[in-house]
Every structure is written in C-alpha cells, then in structure tokens.
C-alpha cells in the first residue's frame, strides 16, 4: 500500500528517510548483532547514540553551555505538575497565559502547588488569537510566567514573546520544536514532547538554564526532579531508548537539510499554500487571526458541519488521513510538521480545490 499524507496533530508523520535508516538497522545496528530496541542502555553503543543526540540538538537549535538538556518521560502532559514542583517554590507564584487547552492543563496543575494566577486568556473567541500583554502585567515576584507556544488546537503561535523583564519565561514547545530556529536564551526553559515533531510517542525534551535547577520541593518525585535527572545526564533510570535513537536519526536528517533556517523555509512553504488557498476560497475558511497563525497547525471549516463530515470522508479515502479537527473547534485540521512533504500539501490543496469545485 502506499503511504497516506498523515495530518495527525500527533503521533505524526516521521521522514520517510529516517524510518528507511530504522528499518536498515532493525537487526543489526552497526555491526553489534542486535536492534537499539533489545541493547542496555548502559552499553557503549547507546551512550554514543544518545551523547550524539544531545550533541546535534544542541548543534541545531544554538544551546548554550548554561543549559541542560534532558531526555525524559511521562510525556508534556507530565511537566505540567513537574514545573511547578520543580520551580515554584521561591514566592510561591506563578503567571500562565491561557491559550488554549494545553496552557490551562497546565494552569490547573500548578494551583494545586501554589499561587498560580491566570495573567491573560483568549478563551473569549475559542482560543482563535493570542493575547497582548505588557510587563505589567506580570507579577514581579513571580518564580516564573508560564506559555504555550504554539497552540496544537487552535493554531495559533507567538511570533513577539511576552515581555516579562527578569521573570524566568518557561515554554511548552511540544508543537513547534525544531520547526524554525529559536532564541533559546531568551527563556529559562523550553520543553516538548517528541511525538509531534521529533520522534516518536515516549520521550519528552527539556532544555533548561543552569540556575533554575536545585529549587525543587522536597516532596517532589525522584522522577520529576530535573536537577537530579541533570546529574545522571538522563540516565537515572531506563530511557526510552529507541525513540531517543529515531530522535537522533531525526535530528541528523534536519541537519543534512540545511538546519533550523532551511526547515523555516521549507515550513514557510508549506504553510503559504495552505493559507494562501484558505484566503482565497468561497468553502474553506481558516478559523485563526492572520496574525498569530501557526505554521505547524491549521484548522480551518466550511460553513456546514455535513459538509464538513464529507470533506474528512472523501480526503481520508484520497490517502488524506486525519484531518477532522479538534471536538472544541470542530471542522479541520491539517497539522504541517518538519515530515510532512510539500508535496502532501499541495495535493491536498489540489483535493480541497475540486472539493469546492464539486460542492459548491
Ligand atoms: C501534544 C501536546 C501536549 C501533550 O503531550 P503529551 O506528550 O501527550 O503529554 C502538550 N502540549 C502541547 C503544546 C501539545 O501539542
């Protein structure tokens, strides 16, 4: 059979090339006679796998030495108690603004921990925006403002970060990791899960400034404790040792495209045809402010639900696969990351075009 375009928000598409170099060396990874999947993560073979992982990431995205860089589990989802176990515990506050589904997990995780306060929110207008703020509105004594980046739901991303002067800025970079480069200084840490732009489900990233570690709760899980995961170099426990490896893979074939900026340009790319039919048809509309568009995510609607449900129908049998958007937004969503070739997106535009031209 022959691959679908995925436009899963994620687990999502992974480069052809990279599952091709996986596939090689299933059953003998470099002469070792055995899969990275059955080696200890303890041999010397992985400790090279998972140093040279680090070591590209670092390479790609610009790391300073100030930072750490951590392989970890329990998914994005688990940073959200382990944030404020980790740094909430000099006032006591902390600032989240609330940009969509992913901001307010997190929110509602760190009150139970202290005194987290909901600085700004788009949920008046279904989270289609991003809202202003000005370092006024931060609390000062804040231990740190807390974002989502890029808003898998909604589609939406910080192009300006809120200026929060000395407070520590803290971002979920789940849904826009690698897709363009970032200035990782201007935060004191980043963190996303793998499955949506790195590698597969198991493995979440976290990059963060030398001297947000050792401020942790004394109740705060052995597990969840980012100094002592620093101090074992990620290796307190098993790592999930595969996906670090596809991880690594990954980030060599970013690397021989050109990096971060030739991955911004590609995704440009993508994006543009995407959104430049959006502006122009009579069916399709796309459901964000211009402004604060993402190019990772992009959910857009017709005016009718059935018409909507025979859309995903028809293009999920064209080789089209999971497009129907999330239940608060409904419609569509195609989800655009590093993997998806431009040509997916072209031929879905090319698909969305006889669509209307058939239904309108
Ligand atoms: C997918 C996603 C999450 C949740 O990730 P899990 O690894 O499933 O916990 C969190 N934040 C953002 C921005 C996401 O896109």
Same mark, same amino acid.
């Given at each position: 059979?022959?691959?679908?375009?995925? #436009?899963?928000?994620?687990?999502?598409?992974?480069?052809?090339?990279?599952?091709?170099?996986?596939?090689?060396?299933?059953?003998?990874?470099?002469?070792?006679?055995?899969?990275?999947?059955?080696?200890?993560?303890?041999?010397?073979?992985?400790?090279?796998?998972?140093?040279?992982?680090?070591?590209?990431?670092?390479?790609?995205?610009?790391?300073?030495?100030? =930072?750490?860089?951590?392989?970890?589990?329990?998914?994005?989802?688990?940073?959200?108690?382990?944030?404020?176990?980790? #740094?909430?515990?000099?006032?006591?506050?902390?600032?989240?603004?609330?940009?969509?589904?992913?901001?307010?997990?997190?929110?509602?995780?760190?009150?139970?921990?202290?005194?987290?306060?909901?600085?700004?929110?788009?949920?008046?207008?279904?989270?289609?925006?991003?809202?202003?703020?000005?370092?006024?509105?931060?609390?000062?004594?804040?231990?740190?403002?807390?974002?989502?980046?890029?808003?898998?739901? =909604?589609?939406?991303?910080?192009?300006?970060?809120?200026?929060?002067?000395?407070?520590?800025?803290?971002?979920?970079?789940?849904?826009?990791?690698?897709?363009?480069?970032?200035?990782?200084?201007? #935060?004191?840490?980043?963190?996303?899960?793998?499955?949506?732009?790195?590698?597969?489900?198991?493995?979440?990233?976290?990059?963060?400034?030398?001297?947000?570690?050792?401020?942790?709760?004394?109740?705060?899980?052995?597990?969840?404790?980012?100094?002592?995961?620093?101090?074992?170099?990620?290796?307190?426990?098993?790592?999930?040792?595969?996906?670090?490896?596809?991880?690594?893979?990954?980030?060599?074939?970013?690397?021989?495209?050109?990096?971060?900026?030739?991955?911004?340009?590609?995704?440009?790319?993508?994006?543009?045809?995407?959104?430049?039919?959006?502006?122009?048809?009579?069916?399709?509309?796309?459901?964000?402010?211009?402004?604060?568009?993402?190019?990772?995510?992009?959910?857009?609607?017709?005016?009718?639900?059935?018409?909507?449900?025979?859309?995903?129908?028809?293009?999920?049998?064209?080789?089209?696969?999971?497009?129907?958007?999330?239940?608060?937004?409904?419609?569509?969503?195609?989800?655009?990351?590093?993997?998806?070739?431009?040509?997916?997106?072209?031929?879905?535009?090319?698909?969305?075009?006889? #669509?209307?031209?058939?239904?309108?």
């Amino acid at each position: 059979m022959a691959r679908v375009y995925n #436009f899963s928000a994620g687990p999502s598409m992974l480069p052809e090339e990279v599952l091709r170099k996986a596939a090689s060396e299933m059953l003998d990874y470099e002469g070792c006679g055995q899969s990275v999947m059955e080696m200890s993560h303890r041999s010397k073979e992985f400790d090279k796998i998972i140093k040279d992982a680090e070591a590209l990431l670092r390479e790609l995205m610009n790391i300073p030495d100030n =930072y750490q860089v951590l392989f970890l589990q329990g998914g994005a989802s688990a940073q959200f108690s382990a944030i404020p176990l980790n #740094f909430m515990n000099g006032s006591g506050k902390a600032d989240y603004i609330i940009t969509g589904q992913w901001a307010k997990k997190a929110f509602t995780e760190a009150k139970k921990y202290g005194n987290a306060r909901e600085v700004a929110s788009s949920a008046d207008k279904t989270f289609s925006y991003i809202p202003k703020t000005t370092r006024a509105d931060f609390d000062p004594d804040a231990d740190y403002v807390y974002i989502c980046m890029n808003n898998t739901i =909604y589609g939406t991303v910080y192009h300006e970060l809120p200026d929060t002067g000395d407070i520590p800025l803290i971002a979920d970079i789940s849904s826009c990791f690698l897709s363009e480069p970032m200035d990782v200084t201007k #935060f004191a840490m980043v963190y996303g899960g793998a499955q949506k732009n790195v590698a597969p489900a198991g493995l979440v990233i976290a990059i963060i400034r030398d001297d947000m570690l050792g401020k942790a709760r004394d109740i705060t899980p052995v597990m969840m404790n980012y100094q002592i995961m620093a101090e074992n170099h990620s290796l307190y426990n098993t790592p999930p040792c595969y996906t670090i490896y596809i991880c690594k893979l990954v980030l060599e074939w970013i690397k021989s495209l050109g990096g971060l900026e030739a991955m911004k340009e590609r995704n440009e790319k993508k994006a543009k045809i995407l959104y430049d039919f959006l502006d122009s048809s009579k069916m399709f509309h796309g459901t964000v402010v211009p402004e604060d568009r993402s190019l990772m995510n992009v959910p857009f609607v017709t005016d009718s639900d059935e018409l909507n449900a025979k859309f995903i129908k028809e293009a999920t049998a064209a080789g089209f696969v999971n497009l129907k958007g999330h239940r608060t937004v409904g419609g569509m969503r195609a989800s655009i990351y590093n993997a998806m070739p431009i040509e997916g997106v072209e031929k879905l535009v090319a698909f969305m075009k006889e #669509f209307e031209k058939n239904n309108g």
